[in-house]
């Protein structure tokens, strides 16, 4: 039997054992997240909370694991007579990231069925980890729905499941636990709101704490048995708070009073999810149980804010996940002493009724304001992206149907399957007739796929001294910064080229690190002049190193000119249309925002987007979330 690293060993991380302990007590908070760096302890912590959960009594057997007190009445093992409950450690399972629904959810038993002639449903994971813990590792590379039916059985605390005929519910009340590297890709927001509780982890930074994580795991790995012993006190201890925690939390109180704090606090925070408050409510009961209260306090609300709240906050793009923590100190503070009547809270000044003038207005009012409509962007043809014959990732990215590569995630009815489902397929003839089996053309089912790329957006941004008089490009970096927001939440690759002076320079390869393309945008030099040969001549080296594998969309935002030729005699406009018709040669999907400004406007932006078989935009007619939505949809989304 392997050895667990024991859970008390742990050094340091003190929220995220807080996190996991709190999951043990109610597995109906939905589960927590641990995102962290290589090396933190994420899986070691995940694997040592399993050791802590009180045993159950289980049937030998039994796929349900079923309680025996309350056994499924379609529980084959249980409703026998000839099993004896035994007591058994909790469930840990570890759900492996090419998992199919039928195996996570469970279907039609093929044994049964062919042996029988009847029906029989075969649980899945989520069965077979009820009353114990499901664990996924690195579960941001998981296909989005699952993620997303895990996450509600974990809240719901059941599984039902409706296919094939098969129609039944059993109980899976389990502790989810996900961890991920975000250097691997992040959650849509979306499902990050369905993870109860977060804790961002690191690796020590303390020599001394470091030292001690070492000396820990060398010990652990010389003689496990002899280094779990010697921390065996300390885990029977937790064991014990987490059974008494378990215990004492169904008549544990939280007053109104304190519901009202977490309301406040939610929106305090900019917390749009309802969700926030009922999974706080839930933690902040855990953390007293856990503490040995009957009695919720300020404290614990606060406490369980640091774990429920900072993933759910509204942020902006590349700002990291947190809260400020001085002013929920202050707001804990007022909630433990109000102020009295009639005083503002702390911090808070009593608003005073602005003045007005004889004319009736505020003297406060800005006189001069004028409203200014936005202008829509120009009706442009829909520009196509080729995502069909390239492999990519579900939800973070754009779906290539009918892949021939990447994840098993279901299998749909198809009488000619490029890709042959066997297990649906031998499902569907079974469930058409068990007792004369056989498989007709009517039977057959197709893999669908998902697959593990997405886009390649290439934005080649024009920093010469025509932009940066004009002050245009503080426009262009809202913008392209409106762009890498989508994509960071889609998780594509992004490349910057940014020319100006006499050459053009990759300042980003393409990664999906975009918070780089966003210091390489705010760190961009401006100024010099115009080399769009040069721009366009890197664009069409850096999409034919990439494009075989990614799906390339060639985002240029320039006014046109050019005055730097790459070849020496060479006119730099006529050589620039050269390039221009070689990169729509390729067939790229390409689109040109137009960035000239003034009275006077030469056009040259549209020819070029002419020459390059582009969509063009005028810059100034497009606002930052105009340019999401076009590029949105011209990546098919």
């Not at 699952?146 to 605390?157: E, I, K, P, S």
């Not at 002493?337 to 005083?343: D, E, H, I, L």
């Not at 300042?507 to 040069?534: D, K």
Request: proline share 6%.
């Amino acid at each position: 039997m392997k050895q667990i690293y024991p859970f008390a060993a742990i050094v340091g991380q003190q929220q995220l054992k807080q996190a996991l302990l709190l999951c043990a007590v109610d597995p109906t908070l939905g589960g927590v997240l641990i995102r962290g760096d290589k090396g933190s302890a994420k899986s070691t912590a995940a694997r040592g909370l399993a050791a802590l959960l009180p045993h159950i009594a289980r049937t030998p057997g039994c796929g349900y694991n079923c309680d025996p007190q309350h056994p499924l009445a379609h529980c084959p093992v249980c409703q026998g007579t000839d099993h004896v409950p035994q007591e058994s450690p909790a469930p840990f399972v570890n759900l492996p990231l090419g998992a199919t629904e039928d195996r996570v959810l469970g279907s039609l038993d093929f044994e049964a069925a062919l042996q029988n002639g009847r029906q029989a449903f075969k649980p899945g994971l989520l069965a077979a980890a009820h009353r114990g813990i499901l664990y996924i590792d690195e579960v941001n590379l998981l296909a989005d729905h699952l993620v997303d039916v895990l996450l509600d059985v974990a809240a719901m605390g059941s599984n039902t499941v409706e296919r094939e005929g098969l129609s039944l519910s059993h109980p899976a009340r389990i502790s989810l636990i996900g961890t991920m590297n975000p250097e691997e890709g992040n959650l849509r927001p979306q499902l990050l709101d369905r993870f109860g509780l977060m804790v961002d982890v690191s690796a020590a930074k303390d020599p001394a704490e470091r030292t001690e994580v070492v000396r820990r795991r060398l010990a652990f790995e010389a003689d496990p048995l002899a280094f779990e012993q010697q921390w065996q006190a300390e885990s029977r201890q937790l064991q014990q708070a987490i059974a008494v925690a378990r215990d004492r939390l169904p008549q544990t109180r939280l007053s109104d009073n304190l519901l009202g704090f977490i309301s406040q606090l939610c929106c305090e925070f900019e917390v749009a999810s309802l969700r926030a408050d009922i999974v706080l409510y839930k933690a902040s009961r855990a953390l007293a149980a856990l503490d040995g209260r009957d009695e919720v306090r300020a404290e614990d609300v606060r406490d369980a804010a640091l774990l429920v709240l900072p993933h759910r906050r509204r942020h902006k793009p590349f700002e990291q996940t947190g809260m400020d923590q001085d002013k929920l100190e202050q707001l804990t503070r007022q909630q433990q002493s109000p102020p009295p009547a009639g005083q503002p809270p702390e911090g808070e000044q009593t608003a005073e009724k602005p003045q007005e003038d004889q004319s009736g207005e505020s003297p406060n009012d800005d006189q001069d304001t004028t409203l200014i409509a936005a202008a829509p962007p120009r009706e442009i043809g829909h520009l196509q992206v080729d995502s069909q014959t390239r492999s990519s990732a579900a939800g973070r990215r754009s779906q290539a149907e009918h892949s021939r590569h990447g994840q098993y995630v279901r299998a749909v009815p198809d009488s000619q399957p490029s890709q042959l489902a066997l297990d649906a397929t031998l499902r569907h003839a079974l469930m058409r007739d068990a007792q004369h089996f056989s498989v007709t053309r009517a039977d057959l089912h197709r893999k669908e796929r998902v697959g593990q790329q997405g886009n390649l957006i290439l934005l080649v941004v024009d920093a010469s001294g025509s932009m940066a008089a004009e002050q245009r490009m503080a426009a262009v970096k809202s913008c392209v910064l409106s762009l890498l927001s989508d994509a960071y939440q889609r998780r594509d690759q992004v490349g910057v080229i940014a020319f100006r002076g006499r050459q053009a320079e990759l300042v980003l390869a393409p990664t999906r690190q975009v918070e780089q393309a966003h210091a390489a945008l705010e760190n961009l030099p401006t100024g010099g002049r115009t080399p769009l040969p040069q721009a366009l001549a890197l664009a069409g080296d850096v999409l034919a190193r990439h494009s075989e594998q990614i799906a390339p969309l060639l985002v240029i935002l320039s006014d046109g000119r050019a005055n730097v030729a790459l070849n020496e005699g060479q006119d730099p406009w006529r050589e620039a249309l050269t390039f221009a018709r070689q990169l729509a040669d390729e067939g790229h999907a390409t689109l040109v925002l137009d960035t000239e400004s003034g009275f006077v406007r030469l056009g040259q932006a549209r020819q070029l987007a002419e020459a390059l078989q582009a969509d063009y935009l005028a810059l100034d007619e497009l606002s930052g979330e105009h340019l999401t939505l076009t590029i949105r949809e011209r990546l098919g989304r």
